[in-house]
């Protein structure tokens, strides 16, 4: 089968209209709400990441574990938790606390870190993954050294409601 010139010229032409199109249909579309590296809104990733962390509630506690094979401590279970998303943690609450973006803990959504002190100048010992912050309940899943992975709204804790001190966005770096 022989081709003419000419249709090499229609098929270049046809070519250069769609690309035209292709670029005044992007250039007149909506910007899109902010994603991940999966396309998936930064809102459906934190409820990803929640859910995930969930499903992982009743994993025995170990000091330093980092899968629910080992057990986790609690910066072990985050670093786990962002982990499974491509969202790269240092595996120590200290280290944690560093990075991402500081938050108001009133502000904290989905998906945020929650760091925790015995005293206000005391160092962060612990770490905890925001779950729901509505008034009067904050839930957070996280792994405590007497009861393993657990769910708990810490608004409602004698021991942790006096103890959280900041926040980061791990997630909107």
């Known amino acids: ?8 010229l229609v098929l270049l032409l046809l070519g250069l209209l769609s690309w035209q199109c292709s670029s005044i249909n992007s250039a007149f579309s909506t910007p899109p709400t902010s994603t991940t590296r999966t396309g998936s809104s930064t809102s ?9 962390a969930i499903s992982q509630e009743g994993a ?16 072990g279970f985050t670093y786990y938790v962002f982990d499974n998303f491509g969202v790269n943690l240092t595996p120590v609450s200290r280290a944690q606390e560093n ?3 500081k938050i108001d ?4 959504q ?26 009067n309940n904050l839930t957070v899943i996280h792994s405590t050294s007497s009861r393993g992975v657990i769910m708990e709204n810490i608004r409602n804790s004698s021991y942790w409601s006096s103890k959280v001190t900041t926040a980061r966005d791990v997630l909107g770096r």
Do not use: W
């Open 1 to 8: 089968m022989k081709i003419r010139p000419t249709s090499y």
């Open 44 to 52: 459906q990733v934190r409820q990803n990441i929640a859910d995930f």
């Open 60 to 75: 025995r506690y170990k000091y330093a574990g980092r899968t629910p094979r080992t057990g986790f401590d609690c910066s």
């Open 99 to 101: 990075e991402g973006r």
């Open 105 to 108: 803990v009133q502000n904290a």
């Open 110 to 135: 989905t998906g945020d870190l929650l760091f925790f002190r015995r005293s206000r100048s005391g160092n962060v010992f612990h770490v905890a993954l925001v779950v729901k912050n509505e008034p």
